[in-house]
């Protein structure tokens, strides 16, 4: 199984033996993809799933608190209030309470798992500033090598989005084209080159990503590169 919907846990047949296959079998899946070094978007989905569950888990417990108990009378000594259980555990919160009890440390296990794959990529890749940089860096030119075939040329924008909850930074990339590194081009050539081409960024900030060694051009090198080039510039 490649994926899992968000509420696969308490939608269709809510059936322990089930549920425990059908994670079971996407958790192989997964496991198989991070052997190959293919990072996206199984870590992400993967943290999704286990916030998502975490998430449900505590909202559960709230709701079966709300709905189990009645108040009886207020300890004044302890300032508490004192309730009695008027509704026992029905089957349906049992069986997703011994599925999440299940999924929650083989998904936990699962995120560790691809954390250490992708410790290992960014160890072995790097993000480089390509000759001067100008004071505004938000945008400009990412430039990705692929397995020392060609390097593919980005057009990026980094805007900063608030909403109610958070502020955060966005990476919005074009792809503009794939070059082929000869003996007389250089990428401070190419950085020329593109500056004379598009004349909106007449000095853009560029960067090249590089990796030591060969992993999965889509589902890692290109993600991760921009996630360095966000952290990057954000630290500038």
């Keep these: 199984m490649e994926s899992l919907s968000t509420n696969w846990f308490s939608e269709g047949l809510i059936d322990y033996e089930y549920k425990k296959y059908i994670l079971l079998a996407y958790l192989k899946h997964v496991r198989e993809s ?8 199984f870590l992400s989905d993967l943290v999704s799933h286990y916030n998502n569950l975490v998430e ?12 189990s108990r009645e108040l009886q009378g207020i300890d004044y000594k302890k300032l508490e209030l004192i309730y009695k259980k008027v509704k ?10 011994e599925i999440i009890d299940f999924s929650l440390p083989r998904l936990k296990s699962s995120v560790e ?8 990529v960014e160890e072995n890749c790097e993000l480089l500033p ?13 430039f ?5 075939k060609s390097t593919n040329i980005y057009r990026y924008e980094l805007k900063a989005i608030e909403t109610s909850t958070a502020k955060y930074r966005a990476l919005n990339t074009q792809f ?20 004379r081409r598009f004349k909106d960024l007449p000095n853009p900030a560029t960067f090249l990503f590089q990796s030591k060694m060969k992993f999965p051009y889509n589902s890692t090198i290109e993600p991760i590169a921009k996630r360095l080039l966000v952290r990057y510039i954000s630290k500038a």
């Design 34 to 41: 991070f052997d190959q070094h293919k990072l996206y978007p």
């Design 56 to 67: 449900f888990r505590d909202n559960q417990r709230q709701l079966e608190d709300h709905l």
């Design 88 to 97: 026992e555990d029905d089957d349906l919160f049992n069986q997703i309470k």
């Design 113 to 120: 798992e691809g954390k250490e794959v992708y410790e290992l």
């Design 130 to 142: 390509i000759g001067l940089m100008p004071l505004y860096t938000d945008e400009g030119y990412m």
């Design 144 to 148: 990705v090598a692929n397995s020392g």
């Design 176 to 195: 503009v084209e794939a070059v082929q590194k000869g003996w007389g081009t250089t990428y401070e050539n190419i950085k020329v080159s593109l500056a």
